[in-house]
Nanobody, 121 residues
Framework: QVQVVESGGGLVQAGGSLRLSCVASGSIFRVNIMGWYRQPPGKQRELVADIREDGNTAYADSVKGRFTISRDNAKNTVYLQMNTLKPEDTAVYYC???????????????WGQGTQVTVSS
């Protein structure tokens, strides 16, 4: 089995910063993709940013220039540094991982439970 655990959410004022962390553990051969999605109140889940094993990244337009995703492959950990936060960034943030459990096996998606980020105006 694979466990995905997020941390670092909380309440912050507009213009402030937060750093989210996510660790994948368990039966893992390789973590191909790690990323963050978010679900604002009453809206659908959306991609925030993701990062591949080779370091290539992708960001939603709404967070470019404010958020930075990074990962530590040795620790199967991904980080999301969020700066200049806005009230519209308020959401539950979910960590996503695409994990290969054996060398020649397929990748499977695993999700964390989510962490609340609330930005007050």
């Amino acid at each position: 089995q694979v466990q995905v655990v997020e941390s670092g959410g909380g309440l912050v004022q507009a213009g402030g910063s937060l750093r989210l962390s996510c660790v994948a553990s368990g039966s893992i051969f390789r973590v191909n993709i790690m990323g963050w999605y978010r679900q604002p109140p009453g809206k659908q889940r959306e991609l925030v940013a993701d990062i591949r094993e080779d370091g290539n990244t992708a960001y939603a337009d709404s967070v470019k220039g404010r958020f930075t995703i990074s990962r530590d492959n040795a620790k199967n950990t991904v980080y999301l540094q969020m700066n200049t936060l806005k009230p519209e960034d308020t959401a539950v943030y979910y960590c996503y991982t695409a994990v290969r459990r054996i060398m020649q096996g397929p990748s499977y998606a695993y999700w964390g439970q989510g962490t609340q980020v609330t930005v007050s105006s």
